[in-house]
């Protein structure tokens, strides 16, 4: 298995309240994404990086930004929560010969 | 825009049956993914098709990709009670590095 951590695996908070997830990998990836999976949407790609501080913006951006300030670990924001971001929340990395991604465990987040 | 989409996203099939998994998508694209889920878990990386006629086989699943129709599919021969999971099929945005696209999932129930 890719060398994926995620934490915390699950969260439950307040809406308002900020909320920070973190995304560790071991294996030296460029590339690294966070989507959220919401039943009966699939995935959807919220962020993702090319490398240190170098990010961009997915399909829903909204109200979640991003930080990568070392290739190992891509953290998830979310700067003032609400109930719609309650959802299951993946961490994925890749290189360049296939783009292949390969997924963490996932971070359970409830906003009540 | 990018669209995914795949059909049935409900199958309830016996063992020992054969069936089809269809994904379409919008745009041109050379990738495209097969991941599987079980409840629960995260993704699980099946195929990586790279290139028009491309086509995998592991065990009793077999994907294609025709690049020209916009069509993968991933077919399921004599179907045993362990494939039961959701599949999902997942197109590169663009570039590679850009993120994947993902399908809504196929739900799949194999009954003895």
């Known amino acids: 298995d890719a060398g994926i951590t995620q934490s915390p695996r699950h969260k439950v908070t307040e809406t308002g309240t900020p909320v920070t997830l973190r995304c560790h990998q071991t294996?030296?990836?460029?590339?690294m994404y966070w989507y959220r999976q919401d039943p009966g949407h699939g995935l959807r790609l919220i962020h993702y990086?090319?490398?240190?501080?170098?990010?961009d913006k997915g399909e829903v951006s909204d109200g979640y930004s991003v930080s990568r300030s070392k290739t190992e670990d891509f953290l998830l924001t979310l700067e003032s929560a609400t109930s719609s971001q309650t959802s299951v929340y993946f961490c994925?990395?890749?290189?360049?010969?296939?783009?292949?991604?390969?997924f963490g465990p996932g971070t359970r987040l409830t906003v009540t | 825009e990018l669209k995914v989409e795949q059909n049935p996203l409900f199958l309830s099939m016996q063992e020992g049956k054969n069936y089809t998994i269809y994904c379409n998508y919008s745009?041109?694209?050379?990738?495209l993914y097969w991941y599987r889920q079980d409840p629960g878990k995260s993704l699980e990386s099946l195929f990586v098709?790279?290139?028009?006629?491309a086509v995998k086989q592991e065990g009793r699943l077999m994907a294609s990709l025709d690049t020209k129709a916009r069509l993968s599919t991933l077919h399921i021969t004599a179907a045993v009670h362990d494939l039961s999971a959701t599949y999902f099929c997942a197109v590169d945005r663009g570039g590679g590095a850009d993120g994947l696209t993902f399908g809504k999932g196929t739900h799949l129930i194999i009954q003895p």
């Open positions: 098709l790279l290139s028009n006629g």
């Open positions: 990086s090319y490398g240190v501080k170098d990010t």
């Open positions: 294996e030296n990836h460029r590339y």
């Open positions: 745009t041109t694209s050379d990738r």
């Open positions: 994925a990395i890749s290189e360049s010969l296939s783009y292949e991604q390969y």
